[in-house]
């Protein structure tokens, strides 16, 4: 799983196509095609963000990990609790939500 979803990642933060950061991922969700939650986020966060993507029909992923380990993930030295990918492709949000289902 951290395969795929290390590589979607980077890809798209080398490319400037990621979203970081709680504020701006709720300002931008209507862009987005999938957002990621680390565990580090604050419950009122989580449940805007969940609900707000619930509604616009942006699948969510809730990884297991801290945003200090999610920024590692990306390559940033810094913590991420949440991003989100407007640009990502459909197969690839499919595969990343089967990896995270079968955890």
């Given at each position: 799983m951290q395969k795929l979803l290390e590589k979607t990642l980077k890809d798209a933060i080398k490319d400037n196509q990621c979203i970081l950061g709680t504020k701006q991922v709720l300002n931008s969700l209507s862009k987005s095609k999938l957002v990621i939650l680390s565990k580090s986020i604050e419950t009122e966060n989580r449940r805007k963000i969940e609900s707000n993507a619930?509604?616009?029909?942006?699948?969510?992923?809730?990884?297991?990990d801290t945003s200090v380990n999610l920024g590692k993930l990306c390559g940033?030295?810094?913590?991420?609790?949440?991003l989100s990918l407007p640009e990502i492709s459909s197969s690839d949000v499919t595969s990343l939500q089967k990896e995270f289902e079968s955890q």
């Open positions: 619930k509604k616009s029909k942006i699948p969510t992923l809730d990884l297991n940033v030295q810094f913590r991420v609790s949440t």
